[in-house]
């Protein structure tokens, strides 16, 4: 048992060791490091993210590395987090856009403003937030270079999941992973939902075409008077009290479709033509 325990903080040390290398202040010039760097697990995250720890670890945190920055009376955090895959770390980055402002490429996706940056590269999301001493001061070209030198300092990949690309073009809101009950639904357990101007689309992927079959019948019980839809593999369409029209779909181990249309039948058109872009 020792043992163990010994091992798992040496595999805990290490990853955060790694996680360090990525964290320099001098990365711009004029800035230098105020304070010790900083390394937080699952079980102590809540003595940093004081009531915020869940909104990580939900998404499948494993570590964070973190360190200050101070230029004359301007401060900034840099915070690198580790998770468990390139999903969680482009899920907890999707969740934290501000859908107001615009979203740029750095990794796998990135978005700066004016005091603040954040972005997923791989299996990191990393965020850094200015405090600088005049609150209306625009300093993204700051938060651009600090976000640049992290970025090409870690390794994984700068594509998004492949899911996000499977949404057809026109969504009025980000693509945004939810954790676990999409669409309120518990049989979902994660997936990526976005809204168009009539109806909101999801895509879940099971670990088999075996077990995303059970998950669909189990929803089409949820719907009485639900009715086949030719679409994907199998399908149903149905009118529920709070999704209106709606259509779900499973093609092979991907589970999909169209909720909050007028009528079930214009859901199942929608879900046809996104069945149609999933391989």
Same mark, same amino acid.
């Given at each position: 048992?020792?043992? $163990?325990?010994?091992?798992?903080?040496?595999?805990? *040390?290490?990853?955060?060791?790694?996680?360090?290398?990525?964290?320099?202040?001098?990365?711009?010039?004029?800035?230098?490091?105020?304070?010790?760097?900083?390394?937080? %697990?699952?079980?102590?995250?809540?003595?940093?993210?004081?009531? %915020?720890?869940?909104?990580?670890?939900?998404?499948?945190?494993?570590? +964070?590395?973190?360190?200050?920055?101070?230029?004359?009376?301007? +401060?900034?955090?840099?915070?690198? &987090?580790?998770?468990?895959?390139?999903?969680?770390?482009?899920?907890?980055?999707?969740?934290?856009?501000?859908? !107001?402002?615009?979203? !740029?490429?750095?990794? +796998?996706?990135?978005?700066?403003?004016?005091?603040?940056?954040?972005?997923?590269?791989?299996?990191?999301?990393?965020?850094?937030?200015?405090?600088?001493?005049? &609150?209306?001061?625009?300093?993204?070209?700051?938060?651009? $270079?600090?976000?640049?030198?992290?970025?090409?300092?870690?390794?994984?990949?700068?594509?998004?999941?492949?899911?996000?690309?499977?949404?057809?073009?026109?969504?009025?809101?980000?693509?945004?992973?939810?954790?676990?009950?999409?669409?309120?639904?518990?049989?979902?357990?994660?997936?990526?939902?976005?809204?168009? &101007? !009539?109806?909101?689309?999801?895509?879940?992927? /099971?670990? !088999?075409?075996?077990?995303?079959?059970?998950?669909?019948?189990?929803?089409?019980?949820?719907?009485?008077?639900? *009715?086949?839809?030719?679409? %994907?593999? /199998?399908?149903?369409?149905?009118?529920?009290?709070?999704?209106?029209?709606?259509?779900?779909?499973?093609?092979?181990?991907?589970?999909?479709?169209?909720?909050?249309?007028?009528?079930?039948?214009?859901?199942?058109?929608?879900?046809?033509?996104?069945?149609?872009?999933?391989?």
């Amino acid at each position: 048992m020792k043992h $163990a325990a010994l091992l798992l903080a040496l595999a805990f *040390t290490a990853g955060a060791a790694g996680a360090q290398e990525f964290l320099d202040c001098h990365s711009v010039p004029g800035w230098e490091q105020d304070g010790a760097k900083r390394q937080y %697990g699952s079980g102590n995250l809540y003595e940093y993210k004081d009531g %915020g720890a869940e909104g990580y670890l939900i998404f499948g945190f494993v570590r +964070m590395s973190t360190m200050d920055c101070k230029s004359g009376a301007n +401060m900034l955090t840099i915070d690198v &987090s580790e998770m468990t895959g390139a999903d969680a770390a482009y899920g907890i980055f999707a969740a934290n856009l501000d859908p !107001t402002q615009p979203t !740029t490429q750095i990794g +796998m996706g990135g978005q700066i403003q004016a005091q603040s940056a954040s972005f997923a590269k791989g299996k990191y999301y990393v965020e850094i937030v200015e405090t600088a001493a005049n &609150s209306d001061a625009d300093d993204s070209a700051t938060m651009r $270079a600090f976000a640049g030198a992290v970025e090409v300092r870690l390794q994984g990949s700068v594509d998004p999941p492949a899911q996000v690309r499977w949404f057809p073009p026109g969504n009025v809101a980000p693509i945004r992973m939810v954790p676990e009950s999409v669409l309120g639904l518990r049989e979902l357990k994660r997936g990526y939902v976005t809204n168009y &101007s !009539t109806g909101q689309a999801f895509i879940v992927l /099971e670990d !088999t075409p075996d077990s995303a079959a059970l998950v669909l019948k189990a929803l089409r019980a949820r719907f009485p008077g639900a *009715t086949s839809a030719p679409v %994907g593999d /199998e399908a149903f369409q149905a009118h529920a009290q709070y999704l209106g029209g709606l259509c779900i779909l499973r093609k092979g181990r991907v589970l999909a479709g169209y909720v909050n249309l007028p009528t079930p039948q214009e859901a199942a058109a929608q879900a046809a033509a996104l069945a149609a872009r999933i391989p």
